[in-house]
């Protein structure tokens, strides 16, 4: 059963750092694209970073870049996030997803995703 599951979220004041972890299960991510994925409510869901299998290749949102790194760890099957700088607005549920083709920036070309983990930054 492939699972994708999420922990790191919480409540952190403006400023803050966390680090969201994603822990990938059932079968080899090793060709997959990993991302991020974060969705605040009312607005749609937004791309916050992905990273290539190799670990080489990385790709930001506009809005996360130069505060969010990302990184990925194959032989345990884990990518995490580090989220410095946070703001108000970087508030959401932080969603973790695979993707084996298309493009890292839409969410329609991620197959697996997991539950979500809640970010709230305080002012």
């Known amino acids: 059963q492939v699972q994708l599951v999420e922990s790191g979220g919480g409540l952190v004041q403006a400023g803050g750092s966390l680090r969201l972890s994603c822990a990938a299960s059932?079968?080899?991510?090793?060709?997959?694209?990993l991302g991020w994925f974060r969705q605040a409510p009312g607005k749609e869901r937004e791309f916050v970073s992905a990273?290539?299998?190799?670990?080489?290749?990385?790709y930001f949102g506009d809005s996360m870049k130069g505060r969010f790194t990302i990184s990925r760890d194959k032989a345990k099957n884990m990518v995490y996030l580090q989220m410095n700088s946070l703001k108000p607005e970087d508030t959401a549920v932080y969603y973790c997803?695979?993707?084996?083709?298309?493009?890292?920036?839409?969410?329609?070309?991620?197959?697996?995703w997991g539950q979500g983990t809640q970010v709230t930054v305080s002012s």
């Open positions: 997803a695979a993707r084996y083709s298309g493009s890292v920036y839409y969410a329609s070309s991620y197959e697996y």
């Open positions: 990273v290539s299998w190799s670990g080489d290749s990385t």
């Open positions: 059932g079968w080899s991510f090793s060709t997959y694209v």
